[in-house]
């Protein structure tokens, strides 16, 4: 599984960010992203089952950030309104081919190369 995750900018504080990751159309079991900020440990944004059956978000993330996935284009997605700056960082997606949803980096088997997000304030 090849992923290439795109859309990273800068954005301000309040407004919305849209991240692909298109994937090589492989079935896995599930799709994530992760996001690490400079000097920080990567951390657990957004995961959805492959069927999108199920969703599960961090603290941070629930109520303002989206995840879905097309299964037409083979494409995921993380839609990010209410963006502040403490979101800075690099996000990365990630599939996992066994096991369902994951919140920790080791449930995943495929990453793509990161695409860098700043908020600034």
């Known amino acids: 599984v090849q992923l290439q995750a795109s859309g990273g900018g800068l954005v301000q504080a309040g407004g919305s960010l849209t991240l692909s990751c298109a994937d090589s159309g492989r079935i896995v079991s599930a799709v994530g992203w992760f996001r690490q900020a400079p000097g920080k440990e990567r951390e657990f944004v957004a995961a959805m089952t492959w069927r999108g059956d199920k969703k599960f978000y961090s603290n941070s993330a629930k109520g303002r950030f989206t995840i879905s996935r097309d299964n037409r284009n083979n494409t995921a997605y993380l839609r990010m309104n209410s963006l502040k700056p403490e979101d800075t960082a690099v996000y990365y997606c990630?599939?996992?081919?066994?096991?369902?949803?994951?919140?920790?980096?080791?449930?995943?088997?495929?990453w793509g190369q990161g695409t860098l997000v700043t908020v600034s304030s």
């Open positions: 990630a599939a996992r081919r066994l096991g369902g949803i994951g919140t920790a980096s080791d449930n995943y088997d495929y």
